[in-house]
């Protein structure tokens, strides 16, 4: 397929994104005084926003692509879910995926700021995993979707707040595989291990040292032995490990390649492993090779570097800049 084919394609797939999704909620004030009754400042508040997070963002970061996303997951049956369903309303997106719980609570994070200084972070949330109940409905929530869409590429978007667990995910790694649906995983440290048999693994560099327990160094020596030591533990079919400045490593059995970086001016890494993992399912929907794969997801990566705060790579500057490298 020609770079301008591949983009075209992006437009008719289906991908199913399965995950912790979140609320990030941003307050906005002035500080003028300090507080009598504590030494800490007084915001006035000026202005509030919500936003789509987590499993979310990956979701607008589909979307971006051209691709159709479709959510999956497990919140709280509160006025935070409310919320997150305007927000996908507001989006377009579809919510027949999400299931809500009164055992949790729908997860939002609170920042504060003053201008441009961070003040304070306050997060409510729910880390321990789901009931085994509500992991059985989020199977068959899987099975429903699958069966009314026709789905591409699955992405598990693991935040560690407990919507997978080694249950429904080796539940729905098995009807991937029946239906020959690729699997994309983002992984947290908790289900680290969980994702045998899925199509692409993408860890982080932390993320690989604290999953494996062990010491990666920069050499494609290390990364190689690190492959073959995940492999040992989880057997899974090809790996892309993000190095942030360093690029990316992409492995499988037959073949590897270190991508460097594409020189940037950094003005924020939030989301950029979520621009990775969206770009890298589109591609393996599309049965593309590792290398073209690796390289999409790079220079994606990237590119969200460039802006502020957590923002989806359009897919058209994703398609000039990589016509002007010519992969």
Known sequence: MTLSEIFDAFNGLNILIIGDVMIDSYLWGKVDRISPEAPVPVVNLKSREKRLGGAANVVMNVKALGCNPILCSVVGADSEANDLKELLKEQNILQDGLIESPNRVTTIKHRILAGSQHLLRIDSEMTQAITEQESEKLIEKVKELTKKHQIHAIIFEDYDKGVLTSQNIQAIISLAKDKKIPT???PKKRNFLNYAGCTLFKPNLKELKEG??????LTEKSLTETFELLNAKMPVENVLITLSEKGVFAKNYSQNHWIAAHPREIADVSGAGDTVV????ACFALRLPLFMTASLANLGGGLVCEYL???PVSKEKLFEEAKNIHF
């Open 184 to 186: 994309v995983v983002d």
């Open 212 to 217: 494996l327990n062990t010491e990666v160094l």
């Open 278 to 281: 969206s770009i890298a399912a």
């Open 309 to 311: 705060g957590v923002v």
